[in-house]
Structures are given as structure tokens and as C-alpha cells.
């Protein structure tokens, strides 16, 4: 088994050619796969043809499928979610409904966020629907010395439905609601896989700053935010049918763009795996 890799965006990003995942992959394979994850952040295998039990299998290489209740899930196989063109919010208002519209990383508001999130483009529209990614890796490193010491220490309050949020969260039943997790996690993470640090932000689900006033909070997270969503720090990723993008949650943001042609489809299915306390 081989297969070609070549970079896609200036700073992050990879693109790999040549694998049919209806195999499996070998260990050196899988291995070297993660390692281009690692390294650029942002993985898309391209050309892929695979039924949901498939592409279960296949990301399951990379870590333990986990279920997600929030999402339509495919009738074949449970672990893998549906977003698409047609969702709507089925308990709320009936709108449509565009997971992911603004800046944010899967699952913060939960103790053990998702490590890795797998889109698979099933059906993509002719143009748009494209999802950006920004690297805060980088946004991190970026920062001056004072600001890195002054934020090193300091813990956010996440939730599923935080006052600050920019988008229209699905409405869920009322006991799920009120059983929604709250978690607490660090504003600076430590990759636990390449050591590096990141700032760990999600626009959507941050509460507040642990320990500081609320406008304090509002501003240094808003200032945070503002830093790390620059062009600079930026990789769009442009899909073709059959791409599966592969992103990692700990080091990077990403937002969908609902703005393909009224009428065409756009069908992804999705994979997340599972991951551990952020430190
Ligand atoms: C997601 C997500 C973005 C997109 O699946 O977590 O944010 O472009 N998707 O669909
Ligand atoms: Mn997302």
C-alpha cells in the first residue's frame, strides 16, 4: 500500500492520494497518515468511495468512534452522523439549520472533547460550502510573552448553550437540556500527542473566564478570538466528492459556509473520536 501526500495550504493542511479505505490500512500506513495529521493539522484523503460501516472502520484507525445523539445518524451504522443540506431544527422552530456557521472546535462543553473530527463529502455542491480552519497552534505562538503568561494559567467555562454564542444551537428535549454538560478546561492546551501549545477557544460555547469579571472575560476573550480567526492563520478547504477531511480538535478551529446554491445538496457524513481531558 502506498500512496502521494502533497501540502495544501501555506502553514497547514495535506492532501493524500492513492488510498482506497475500503482496505484497511497496514500500521505503516496508518502511522504515517497520523504523522501527516500531526504535522499539518488538517488531513483530506481524497477520491474515497465508502459505505457507512466502511468509513466507520477505516476512522477507527485513528481512535475509538464515538456515538453522538445530537446528530441524524446513517440507518446502517450508528457511529456515523449526518450533516447536510437538510437539516432542519426538527424540535425548535423547524428552520434550517447549518452546524458549525461560526468559529468553534467539536464538543468543548463536554469533559472529554472529541480528539479528531472526519467529514466524508458524500454529495458537494457545484460551488461554496467550503470549511475554514484556523491553526492555533500558531495563533499561540504568535502571542507576546506577557499575554502567554498571563493567559497560561487561566481556565473557561464551556456549555452547549453559552449567553455568548453567535449561532442557532439545535433545540433538544427539555431533560436533555437540562442535563447538558458544563465543562471547565484549560485556555492554552498542550497537544498530547506533539507537545506543542495551542489556545483552546470555541466562540460558541465559551462562558466566561473562571475567576474573572464578566467584561474582563468578554473583552480578553473577544481580543483572543479576533487574534486567532486572521486571515494568516487560515487554511479553506475547497471539496471535491469523495474527500474525508480529517481535522484535529485540539489545535485548530473550523466553520462550515451555508452559502452553495439555493437548491443543490451538499451531504456529509461524520465521525468523531473520542479523546481526553484537555491539560
Ligand atoms: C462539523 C462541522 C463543518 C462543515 O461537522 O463539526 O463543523 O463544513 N462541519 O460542514
Ligand atoms: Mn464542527
Redesign the pocket.
Known sequence: MSFQSEKLGGHMAAAVTGLDLNRLPDRTVRSALLDLLHDNLVLCIRGQTLAPPAFRDAMAQFGSPMLRKQLARTVECAEVNI?SSEDRDELGDGRKIV??ANW?T?DSFMREPCSL?M?YGVVVPSRG?D?QFTNMYEAYADLPDDTKARIDPLKVVHKYSSSRKLTHVSTRPAEEMAAMPEATHPLVRTHPETGRKALYLNPNRMERIDGLERTESDRLLDRLIAHSTQARYQYRHVWRQGDIVIWDNRCTM?K??ADYPEGERRL?H?VIVAGSVPV
Open positions: 450533516i452546524n458549525g468553534h467539536d473530527t467529514l460550502g470549511t473550523h462550515a459556509n456529509m461524520r
